[in-house]
């Protein structure tokens, strides 16, 4: 097959435990449009962009990220032009985030959001 029939990533879906807590924490420290917001779901939007974020609830012990060795792995990551000034700002809103960190040219730290969930911001 020489091109995928698929376009884009349109949306991920993300596990939380306090559906209105996590809504008001995407919308409020990371910024996130916040489109929809029901029992089942809330639905935020990255910017200007096609992409969402999908919050579902459940009561279940999961998250939006897998380890390797018994290692958290983030699953998800956002890009950020002002990543020190973003790690500041989780910093200043009682975020768990972990130190900046380069790797060949590569910058990026690790949050996570209140669920417990491992993101990572890179630029």
Not at 25 to 39: A, I, K, P
């Amino acid at each position: 097959m020489s091109k995928s029939f698929i376009e884009q990533v349109h949306y991920i879906r993300i596990p939380v435990k306090d559906l209105e807590r996590s809504a008001k924490w995407y919308r409020d420290v990371l910024g996130l449009q916040l489109l929809n917001h029901s029992e089942e779901r809330a639905i935020l939007k990255v910017n200007e962009g096609p992409f969402l974020l999908i919050l579902v609830p459940t009561e279940d012990e999961t998250f939006a990220h897998f380890t390797i060795d018994h290692e958290q792995e983030f699953s998800i990551g956002f890009t950020s032009p002002e990543l020190s000034k973003f790690h500041q700002h989780l910093m200043d809103n009682q975020v768990k985030v972990e130190d900046i960190q380069e790797d060949h040219g590569h910058t990026f730290f690790h949050f996570y959001d209140p669920n417990g969930n491992k993101l990572q911001v890179h630029w």
